[in-house]
C-alpha cells in the first residue's frame, strides 16, 4: 500500500474552504484515492475518491496533483458539523486498507 | 444513513469472556470488512469476507474469526478477550471487494 501523511490538525472558519491535504508519494498506478471522514464515535463515512482525475460530488472536490503524489480535499463552504476527523487512503483494494490518524478539522463560528 | 446495521450498539465483558459482534450488510452488498477502532486511532483492518469466504486478513491473532451467511449479514467473533481489545468495532459492507465501502455506526466492545 501506499503510505498517505496528513496534517494531524487544522483549523477553518465556519463558512470558508476547507482544504485538507494528503502526501502519498509512493502510490501506484492503479491506486485510488479515497476520502473518509469521522464525526465523534460513529462509523467512517464516505466522502468521495478519485484514480487521476479531479472529483466533485454533492459533498466535497478532490484536487489530484498530475503526479498523482498529493491531493487535496475540499469542503467548499465548511459548516460547524463538518468538524471531524478526516482519512485519507490510497489502496487497490480498500477493503483491506487500515487508515491513518487522520486530520482532525476543527470549525469555528 | 448507510444502510449497514451493527449490533448491539455497546456491550462489556471480562477478561477470558469471549463475544460475537453481529453486522448486516447494506441490501445488495456481498463483501464485508470488519475493523478495530481504539481510542484516538483509526481503523485497523480485521478481515473482509467476501461470498461467505474470507478474502483477507489483517495482523490479528486467530482468536478474532468471522463468519458471513448467505444473506450476506456477517459474525465477528473473539475468544479469550483481554483488555486491549477495548474497542470500537466497526463493519463496512461493499458491492465488491474493489468497491466503495460504506460502515455501519459500530460496537463499542470495553472489556474489564
Known amino acids: 500500500d501506499a503510505k498517505t501523511t496528513q496534517p494531524p490538525s487544522m483549523d477553518c472558519a465556519e463558512g470558508r474552504a476547507a482544504n485538507l491535504p494528503c502526501n502519498h508519494s509512493?502510490?501506484?498506478?492503479?491506486?485510488?484515492v479515497y476520502w473518509y471522514r469521522q464525526i465523534h464515535s460513529q462509523g467512517p463515512q464516505y466522502i468521495i475518491h478519485?484514480?487521476?482525475n479531479n472529483e466533485t460530488n454533492e459533498m466535497a472536490s478532490l484536487i489530484i496533483t498530475e503526479d498523482r503524489k498529493s491531493s487535496t480535499l475540499i469542503l467548499p463552504h465548511a459548516t460547524l458539523r463538518d468538524t471531524a476527523v478526516y482519512y485519507c487512503i490510497v489502496r487497490v483494494d480498500l477493503g483491506k486498507s487500515t487508515f491513518g490518524d487522520g486530520t482532525t478539522l476543527t470549525v469555528k463560528p | 444513513e448507510t444502510g449497514v446495521t451493527q449490533s448491539p450498539t455497546h456491550l462489556i465483558k471480562t477478561r477470558g469472556q469471549q463475544v460475537t459482534l453481529r453486522c448486516s450488510s447494506q441490501s445488495g452488498h456481498n463483501t464485508v470488512s470488519w475493523y478495530q477502532q481504539a481510542l484516538g486511532q483509526g481503523p485497523q483492518f480485521i478481515f473482509q469476507?467476501?461470498?461467505?469466504?474470507?478474502?483477507g486478513r489483517g495482523n490479528f491473532p486467530p482468536r478474532f474469526s468471522g463468519l458471513q451467511f448467505p444473506n450476506y449479514s456477517s459474525e465477528l467473533n473473539v475468544n479469550a478477550l483481554e483488555l486491549d481489545d477495548s474497542a470500537l468495532y466497526l463493519c463496512?459492507?461493499?458491492?465488491?471487494?474493489?468497491?466503495?465501502?460504506?460502515f455501519g455506526p459500530g460496537t463499542r466492545l470495553l472489556v474489564l
Open positions: 478519485g484514480l487521476k
Open positions: 469476507y467476501y461470498r461467505e469466504e474470507e478474502n
Open positions: 509512493t502510490i501506484s498506478g492503479n491506486e485510488y
Open positions: 463496512a459492507s461493499s458491492l465488491g471487494t474493489v468497491e466503495t465501502q460504506y
